[in-house]
Antibody, heavy 124, light 107 residues
Framework: EVQLVESGGGLVQPGGSLRLSCAVS????????MDWVRQAPGKGLEWVGRTRNKANSYTTEYAASVKGRFTISRDDSKNSLYLQMNSLETEDTAVYYCARDFGPRGGTYYFDYWGQGTLVTVSS | DIQLTQSPSFLSASVGDRVTITCRASQGISSYLAWYQQKPGKGPKLLIY???TLQSGVPSRFSGSGSGTEFTLTISSLQPEDFATYYCQQLSSYPLTFGGGTKVEIK
C-alpha cells in the first residue's frame, strides 16, 4: 500500500525556519518525481515545488512565491522527501502536502498519491 | 503563468443528479489537465488525468473531456460520497497551477 506521511509542521515566528519531512512506503521512492503542495486555511491548492528523480539529476522547480526561500530535497536511502522553509512569512501559513508523481503519461507527470498534510502556522 | 478558472465555484445538487464542472485555461494546455476530489481534512484524490483518462479505482460515473482551453468534469449520477470540493490542475508548464475549486453540496 502506498503511503505518504508528512511531519514537522508547527508554529513558527515570521522570519523563522522549519523543515518538513515526508516519509513514504509501498513503492520504489527513487523512481518517482515528488511534489509539495500547500493549502492556506479555507483556501484552494497551491503548488510549491517539485523534485525529479535520480535519473533526471534530482533537478527541482519552484513556485515564484517560495523560490529562494524554500528548498526541496530527498534522501532515496531513507525513502524521505524534505521541504526546508526559510524566511517564513505569515502568508506561508498552510497545510503542506507531499504528493507522488507518476508518468510520464502523454509527456507529463501527474500526482497520483497525496499525504494527509501537516499544518504550518507562521505567527508572532 | 497559466490561470485556471473553474465554474461554478459552488453548486448544490441532489443524489442522482448529473453534475458538470468547467475549467477554462488562460492559454492552451493541450490535454495536460487533471481533476481531483478533496474532502475535509484529507489530501486530494486523483480522479482524471490527461483530461479524460479515468484513474484506476475511480468509479465510472466520473468522466472528463476537453482539450486546449476548455475542460469539463462530469459526474453522471451524484452519489452521497461525491459531496466534496473538486479542483482542476494544469501540468503543461511551470508553475503548475490549480483552479479555484468547486464545492459540491447536498441540496
Amino acid at each position: 500500500e502506498v503511503q505518504l506521511v508528512e511531519s514537522g509542521g508547527g508554529l513558527v515566528q515570521p522570519g523563522g525556519s522549519l523543515r518538513l519531512s515526508c516519509a513514504v512506503s509501498g513503492f520504489t521512492f527513487s523512481d518517482h518525481y515528488m511534489d509539495w503542495v500547500r493549502q492556506a486555511p479555507g483556501k484552494g491548492l497551491e503548488w510549491v515545488g517539485r523534485t525529479r528523480n535520480k535519473a533526471n539529476s534530482y533537478t527541482t522547480e519552484y513556485a515564484a512565491s517560495v523560490k529562494g526561500r524554500f528548498t526541496i530535497s530527498r534522501d532515496d536511502s531513507k525513502n524521505s522527501l524534505y521541504l526546508q522553509m526559510n524566511s517564513l512569512e505569515t502568508e506561508d501559513t498552510a497545510v503542506y502536502y507531499c504528493a507522488r508523481d507518476f508518468g510520464p503519461r502523454g509527456g507529463t507527470y501527474y500526482f497520483d498519491y497525496w499525504g494527509q498534510g501537516t499544518l504550518v502556522t507562521v505567527s508572532s | 503563468d497559466i490561470q485556471l478558472t473553474q465554474s461554478p465555484s459552488f453548486l448544490s445538487a441532489s443524489v442522482g443528479d448529473r453534475v458538470t464542472i468547467t475549467c477554462r485555461a488562460s492559454q492552451g494546455i493541450s490535454s495536460y489537465l487533471a481533476w481531483y476530489q478533496q474532502k475535509p481534512g484529507k489530501g486530494p484524490k486523483l480522479l482524471i488525468y490527461a483530461a479524460s483518462t479515468l484513474q484506476s479505482g475511480v468509479p465510472s460515473r466520473f468522466s472528463g473531456s476537453g482539450s486546449g482551453t476548455e475542460f469539463t468534469l462530469t459526474i453522471s449520477s451524484l452519489q452521497p460520497e461525491d459531496f466534496a470540493t473538486y479542483y482542476c490542475q494544469q501540468l503543461s508548464s511551470y508553475p503548475l497551477t490549480f483552479g479555484g475549486g468547486t464545492k459540491v453540496e447536498i441540496k
